[in-house]
C-alpha cells in the first residue's frame, strides 16, 4: 500500500504534470490570454462579461453568451440553468434578453441567434457564433469609431473552423475578439 501511494500520489502527479509543461506549457498553465503588453486579462477557455460597475452590456465590447455559473462566469459554480425548454421561466428569459440584445444591436428580435440568449451547459462558454458576432459588429464598430469592415474583418480573421473540419460549429472567442478590436 506504501509503494502505490507513492507512484500513484506522488510520482505519477509528479510525472504527468512535469509532461504537461514541456509538451502543452500553455494549456497546462490555463490558457492565459495577455496583452500585448504581456499582462493577463483573462484564460481563453471561460468566457467573462465586458459590463460596466452596476451590470450593463459596455457598447464598445462584444458581449458573450449568457452565463449561469454563479454571479456570472464563476468557474467555482460552473452550471447550466437546469430549465427544460418548457420552463416558463426559461421561455420569459430568454423572451426577455431577446428583446434587450435587440434594442442593444439594433436589429429585429427575429435576428437574435440562439446563442445570444441562452446560456452553455457549463455556464463558463467563451465562445459566441458568427451569427451573434455579424448583429454587433455595427454597434461596436460606432463605439470605437471604426470602420464597419475593418470590424467585420476582425470577426472573421477570429473565426474559428469545425474541430477536425466536421465536429461542432464555427465560434468565435469573445475575449479574444475584443482584444483585437
Known sequence: MLVLTVVLGVVYPLAIT??????????????????????????????????????????????????????????????????GPENPD??????????????????????????AVTASGSGLDPHISPAYAAIQVQRVAEARGLPVETVRALVASHTQDRDLGYLGQPRINVLELNLAV
Open 18 to 83: 512535469g509532461i504537461g509543461q514541456l509538451v502543452f506549457p500553455w494549456q497546462s498553465n490555463g490558457s492565459i490570454v495577455t496583452t500585448s503588453d504581456g499582462e493577463p486579462v483573462g484564460s481563453a477557455l471561460i468566457g467573462q462579461s465586458f459590463t460596466d460597475a452596476a451590470g450593463n452590456p459596455l457598447p464598445e465590447y462584444f458581449q458573450p453568451r449568457p452565463s449561469a455559473a454563479g454571479d456570472g462566469y464563476d468557474a467555482g459554480a460552473s452550471s447550466g440553468s437546469n430549465l
Open 90 to 115: 426559461l421561455i420569459a428569459a430568454i423572451a426577455e434578453r431577446r428583446a434587450q440584445i435587440a434594442a442593444f444591436n439594433g436589429v429585429q428580435p427575429s435576428e437574435v441567434p440562439a446563442d
